[in-house]
């Protein structure tokens, strides 16, 4: 099957439907309402009209995300039905990212009631049940009495190998954070193995956006947890995603033993010039005094840099050449920003942010 | 109805300044005149002007009214419609008395929303229950039957309860039921109570019909909570209801006139605007503007030829009964100002090749009574959203279903059979093969298409002919592909190639005509550069020798090529209307076979029911999609440029913003 045929019906719907997406007037109007009951509502009559209808429906604000999850998984499923079984592959993948977030959602849901002892009672209406892409048992896992209960409901899937790795002891001292750890590692591994099947095309267009991406979460890591909590560098290790320039020029000091927070800085500033001014306001040999807070504002500046760059990115496929796996990545980024820009606004109203802070946090 | 586009005349007013609302007001009750900035007609004297100025801030007004419009979806109240009579209150926005009836509304409903969703929590917890019960799966949930010692059950029941559990008395006993997961946070208050587990088998099998009954009848009880609340948010919106139906029509009028006169230049005292009008309302909107200026105003009305035609708006008036074609031209593009209007044409040659392609009375009675149903339907629905079967596709099913049934009848089929003699020729007989008379194979059929789409392109290139007189681009009427020298040459083309069929596929016309007819429009088509050249270099734009030598060969090489491979594409591409034809009755002919197979009449009926089913859903589809194609991509390409500007004058009805 030559590319053209491969993507020119599902190009031409998705360019459609990439018109439709990120209404400016409906974003405005969600920030300007006065509560979320109101922001909601604004949503009524557009493209995101069920949302309306289930918030109309149960007034919870997390069935709305639900549904939103649900619209996601949807139009990953939407989008296989046009694949070959060559690409759908590769989307199958991308959908296990989905299936992540979902798995994720319900451990630390069981985590809550059997190691937090918290009460959980409503909270598994949250998560999506049905099959994604492995046949995991939810059910089975948020009712799980223990851990080896749990690790049982992920049997005859990728992510068996994962929880079997750790036992309900290390849980209760460790906490969830290893473990997650652990699930993004594998996503990743399962990624770049499933970049083998694409064409040569595909599989450059894919391959050029992922390594961006891994670069992205590994500078956050060092940022997140190198410098906001200063994990030591056999833990930032540990952290890395195994791929990506980053990781290759800090691999030789993380070797040597040396990872120092900013001579990580410096290669970062290297590899992404542009964002060097704010970096350099994150250097805390130049500058011993800085606030946790300040820290914390730096970071978030250097998150919203780093999306703007991937949006440019996912924005500039759109002009290159429009028979690749590309036309259908920058679909799912740019329909996964606005439904993540949806979601942050609901919750900035949710927590009665007001207009100042939400635009400030969303900018 | 008008047979071109409508003839506009471009009024420039200068009123006093204290008359301009007054004015304004009127005008947008007429809703028949689009504004234009006065500064796109002279340049001159502009200076002078002022802009108009906003006493309110446009986004202000918008968005209050887009709040409004908010609370009313929230309570499910429906949207007021401006009227005539909505002008008349004067009335500058109270926005600080809006904003407070909103601020309440909303923080009212948000109180509300917030008690559902507690509601809703609590349904799914119940919910969540009774799926493990009835999927048997009770390794989720403890069912326990037992009693208390000194305490009441219904301290019991407030403690469980907020450890998420239910309990109730039965004769003999208590029962509660929770999920196993929360096992840890129940067993310390039944430890409290002193719980003692009851072992009677008879009991514990009543306790699972007891408790599911019970949960069952909490789980009504709050899902009808839920829709009380959600009655509770319509009331409280419709009791403010008519305020604030008052408040966004009163926004609604501020919003549209600081549209219009956004478009108005002022002087000290005056009022300077200016817009497009359709020339047969011209007197109409003048007695307005001089009425109610008392006659203090200067009124300049400019013909149309004295502004570039590109830049004047098209309206095209088409009876109400052809709207739905009028939609399909909308929605190709707008056609030039002074050119033909395509709407009616687009009717008739859509009904009959939709005709041509799904010719059955009873298929054709059918769709007319599914548009007649769906068009029903929405009347008594007004604010229901369109459905698969949407209200212009109701519309549309009145015209092709009687088309329909008109073929039927040319053709002699009533859902498949043969029930009514043909009028013209049995088509049914002709695609089995079994049919005599002047059409009796499907060649006859495929002619009569082929000589359909000459008659569709015939007009296509006529209707151009006229529009281009009307353009005085008589230059483009000789020398273009689609003027009169590729409509001579496609005639002979026509004549070439039937007489080739004619003759059973062996020669041409021997004629001398034949190669008149193809060299001279040919050289005449060749001319075209060098005229042009000529044309540009009187007008001061001298081309070089070898520019124009290389410019003629290589358009003559391509106009050539389209008028050759382009004509007769576009003649044969009207075979599909034959192709679905015979696709139609060969599916009939198809589920009539299969019918006969069972030998039972009702599985004879049955099949030939979902065979009608089948056919109308599919090949109606088709056809449709089939005849929308030839229009657009066969019968336009000849005459319509599209290139027009779509008028769209400002009245109560406008959809527009005024914030962006």
């Not at chain 1, 296989?80 to 690409?87: C, N, V, W």
């Not at chain 2, 966004?248 to 009008?277: A, D, I, P």
């Amino acid at each position: 099957m030559s590319d053209v045929s491969r993507y020119a019906f599902i190009n031409a719907k998705l360019r459609a439907r990439i018109g439709d997406l990120h209404t400016h007037a409906l974003v405005e109007n969600m920030i300007k309402a006065p509560n979320l009951a109101e922001a909601i509502a604004t949503l009524s009559g557009t493209r995101h009209d069920s949302l309306f209808r289930v918030y109309e429906e149960t007034g919870d604000l997390q069935m709305v995300e639900l549904a939103l999850f649900e619209e996601e998984v949807g139009y990953h499923k939407e989008l296989l039905k046009y694949l070959d079984s060559r690409t759908g592959k590769f989307v199958n993948v991308l959908l296990e990212k989905i299936e992540e977030a979902n798995l994720k959602n319900a451990v630390r849901l069981w985590f809550s009631a059997s190691v937090m002892k918290h009460p959980i009672s409503y909270r598994s209406a949250y998560i999506d049940k049905d099959v994604i892409v492995n046949d995991i048992d939810y059910t089975k896992m948020i009712n799980a009495l223990t851990w080896d209960d749990l690790v049982k409901a992920t049997e005859g899937t990728p992510y068996h190998e994962v929880y079997s790795h750790f036992t309900a002891e290390s849980i209760s001292s460790q906490g969830l954070f290893h473990i997650e750890n652990m699930v993004d590692h594998l996503w990743y591994r399962r990624l770049f193995e499933s970049f083998d099947d694409l064409s040569r095309k595909d599989e450059e267009v894919a391959r050029s956006i992922y390594l961006v991406d891994v670069d992205i979460k590994n500078i956050l890591s060092i940022i997140r947890y190198g410098l906001y909590y200063d994990f030591k560098k056999e833990q930032m290790g540990e952290i890395f995603i195994p791929y990506g320039d980053v990781y290759r020029l800090l691999k030789e000091d993380l070797d040597d033993g040396q990872l120092e927070v900013n001579s990580a800085r410096k290669i970062i500033g290297r590899l992404y010039p542009e964002a060097e001014d704010i970096l350099e306001k994150m250097d805390m040999i130049a500058h011993p005094d800085i606030s946790k807070s300040d820290m914390a504002t730096y970071t978030l500046r250097f998150e919203h840099y780093l999306n703007d760059r991937r949006n440019r990115e996912f924005t500039g496929i759109l002009s290159g050449d429009p028979f690749t796996v590309g036309t259908m990545l920058a679909y799912i980024f740019l329909r996964k920003a606005e439904d993540n820009m949806i979601k942050g606004i609901l919750s900035a109203k949710y927590y009665h942010w007001d207009e100042e802070r939400i635009r400030r946090e969303l900018n | 109805m008008n047979l071109f586009t409508q003839k506009m005349k471009l009024l420039t007013a200068v009123v006093p300044s204290d008359r301009a609302d007054i004015v304004v007001k009127e005008l947008l009750k007429r809703g028949s005149m689009e504004f234009i900035h006065v500064d796109a007609i002279s340049k001159k004297d502009v200076d002078r002007l002022q802009q108009h100025r906003s006493k309110i801030q446009p986004q202000t007004i918008s968005e209050t009214r887009t709040r409004i419009e908010s609370t009313f979806k929230q309570g499910q109240y429906p949207l007021p419609v401006l009227e005539a009579k909505d002008l008349e209150r004067d009335t500058r926005p109270d926005f600080e008395a809006i904003r407070q009836l909103l601020d309440s509304l909303s923080h009212l409903i948000q109180t509300k929303r917030d008690r559902q969703k507690q509601l809703s929590q609590k349904s799914a917890v119940i919910e969540e229950i009774l799926s493990y019960i009835d999927r048997k799966e009770s390794e989720y949930y403890d069912l326990r039957v037992g009693r208390i010692e000194n305490r009441s059950v219904e301290d019991l029941e407030a403690r469980l309860s907020a450890a998420g559990a239910y309990c109730f008395e039965i004769e003999n006993g208590i029962v509660s039921i929770s999920l196993r997961r929360d096992a840890s946070r129940i067993d310390p208050v039944m430890d409290k109570f002193q719980w003692t587990e009851c072992s009677e088998a008879e009991l514990q099998k009543r306790a699972l019909e007891e408790a599911t009954s019970f949960l069952l009848e909490k789980k009504k009880g709050l899902d009808a909570e839920i829709d009380q609340v959600q009655d509770e948010i319509r009331k409280a919106v419709e009791e403010r209801g008519e305020e604030l139906s008052l408040y966004w029509k009163n926004l609604r009028v501020y919003e549209l006139c600081e549209h219009v006169e956004s478009y108005f230049s002022q002087t000290k005292n005056t009022s300077l605007f200016s817009g497009w009008v359709p020339a047969d309302r011209k007197a109409e909107i003048e007695n307005i503007v001089r009425s109610e200026t008392e006659g203090k105003c200067i009124i300049e009305w400019t013909d149309d030829t004295a502004i570039d035609r590109s830049k004047v708006p098209v309206a095209v008036s088409s009876p109400k009964i052809l709207e739905p074609f009028e939609v399909i031209v909308r929605n190709y593009a707008t056609p030039e100002y002074g050119s033909i209007n395509p709407t009616p044409f687009v009717a008739v040659s859509y009904m009959l090749m939709f005709m041509l392609m799904f010719a059955d009375i009873g298929q054709g009675l059918v769709l007319l009574l599914v548009g007649l149903i769906g068009m029903n339907y929405y009347r008594k629905h007004p604010l229901s959203k369109d459905g698969l079967l949407s209200r212009y596709l109701c519309r549309l099913l009145l015209y092709l279903g009687p088309a329909s049934m008109l073929g039927g009848l040319l053709f002699g089929s009533t859902f498949g059979y043969g029930w009514i003699p043909a009028l013209w020729f049995n088509y049914h007989a002709v695609v089995n093969g079994h049919a005599e008379g002047l059409i009796h194979d499907v060649y006859g059929i495929l002619g009569i298409t082929i000589r359909f789409g000459i008659l569709i392109i015939f007009t296509g290139l006529i209707l151009n002919w006229i529009n281009l007189v009307r353009k005085k681009r008589y230059l483009t009427l000789i020398f273009d592909k689609n003027g009169l020298m590729g409509g001579i040459l496609y005639a002979v083309g026509i004549w070439a190639c039937f007489h080739f069929v004619g003759t059973g596929y062996r020669s041409f016309p021997s004629s001398p005509l034949l190669a008149i007819g193809i060299v001279v429009p040919m050289f005449v088509i060749f001319l075209k550069g060098p005229v042009m050249a000529v044309i540009h270099a009187r007008e001061g734009h001298r081309e070089k020798l070898s520019q124009v030598i290389m410019d003629t060969v290589m358009d003559f090489l391509i106009d050539a090529l389209e008028i050759f491979s382009g004509f007769l594409s576009n003649t044969l591409s009207f075979m599909r209307v034959a192709g679905l034809g015979i696709a139609h009755v060969s599916l009939m002919t198809a589920f009539e076979d299969m019918s006969s197979l069972p030998g039972n009449p009702v599985a004879k009926v049955l099949i030939m029911v979902l065979g009608n089913v089948l056919v109308i859903a599919i090949e109606g589809l088709s056809a449709g999609i089939q005849a929308l194609r030839l229009n657009y991509y066969e019968f336009f390409n000849r005459y319509f440029t599209g290139r027009g500007i779509a008028f769209e004058p400002v009245g109560l009805k406008s959809r527009i913003r005024i914030d962006n």
